[in-house]
């Protein structure tokens, strides 16, 4: 690996995983995509799932923000591949996609729960009495704009045909991001969309409903980036009278946001992006999204 070097003990596993997976054509596919796990060099090291069309490239980007857990131990089981499914189904339009896995979590998590000791995990908000949701935001933005410049410089991608996909506190990130109006960034879609949700595992337990919306609108300020937010009726964690009230300060700041509330999903409507069961239901909106900025 280049760049910051990971921990030694993860070395033998990075070997492992760094292998790549063809996908063979199916009837109806129009492009055969290939699998693979990166170990990412960057200024935090972190492992990602890639999946992309078969071929030398450049592709179009698109970066996929998974969301957090607050807990410790949850973080450290978190799933190496996310979204496998949607990722896919934009591997399978022509685009590169990197699902990275956040400092803190699985395999990077520096685990020793008798010590209390977990990963680096930098995107927390703090205390409710006073989160502080900017910046747990703008950090997860960052490592968007180190995973672009990293495939920008190796030449793997399109450098400024760039989609960034994030649910729930990845979402957030992703307005967060737009608030800074990376060039390369064309466009961006959120599922789900937040921070502070189900406080205390309560549904509909929110950190400082009020903050999070204010701070909605001051992204909304400076944001021109055009954008898609997606959210189900029956999430407990960002419901619709919540994701509502962030759309309306969103866009009364000048913010670019198309907002759309799909029916109820299963029994949590929260993770309906992890579903392969949802693709029918949200990749039209996406299709005709994405078919709209070119």
């Known amino acids: 690996m280049r760049g910051p070097a990971a921990v030694v003990r993860y070395l033998p596993i990075t070997l492992y995983l760094l292998v790549a997976f063809v996908m063979p054509a199916r009837a109806g596919d129009d492009i055969r995509i290939q699998e693979e796990i990166w170990a990412l060099p960057l200024p935090l090291p972190m492992f990602a799932y890639l999946v992309r069309p078969v071929g030398e490239g450049p592709f179009p980007l698109v970066i996929m923000n998974h969301g957090v857990s607050l807990n410790p131990t949850d973080r450290s089981f978190f799933p190496l591949v996310e979204f496998r499914d949607a990722a896919k189904w934009f591997a399978k339009r022509g685009y590169l996609v ?10 990077s998590a520096i685990d020793i729960p008798e010590r209390g000791i977990y990963g680096p995990f930098f995107s927390t908000v703090g205390k409710c009495t006073n989160p502080n949701f900017r910046d747990a935001g703008l950090a997860v933005a960052k490592v968007d704009l180190w995973i672009i410049d990293y495939l ?60 999070l919306v204010e701070q909605t609108g001051e992204f909304g300020r400076t944001s021109r980036v055009p954008m898609l937010w997606i959210y189900i009726e029956n999430d407990t964690f960002f419901g619709p009278a919540l994701s509502k009230r962030m759309h309306e300060a969103f866009t009364a700041a000048g913010g670019r946001a198309e907002y759309h509330l799909m029916p109820p999903f299963g029994n949590e409507g929260h993770f309906f992006i992890g579903s392969p069961d949802a693709i029918p239901l949200w990749s039209p909106l996406v299709a005709a999204f994405l078919d709209s900025r070119k």
Do not use: H, M
């Open 98 to 107: 990197v699902a990275p896995v956040g400092t803190g979590y699985g395999a």
């Open 152 to 211: 920008a410089a190796e030449k793997r991608i399109v450098p400024k045909d760039v989609i960034v996909v994030g649910q729930s506190a990845g979402g957030w990130a992703s307005i967060a991001l737009s608030s800074v109006n990376p060039p390369q960034v064309k466009a961006i879609i959120i599922f789900a969309g937040g921070r502070g949700g189900r406080v205390g595992g309560k549904p509909n337990n929110n950190c400082a409903p009020d903050k």
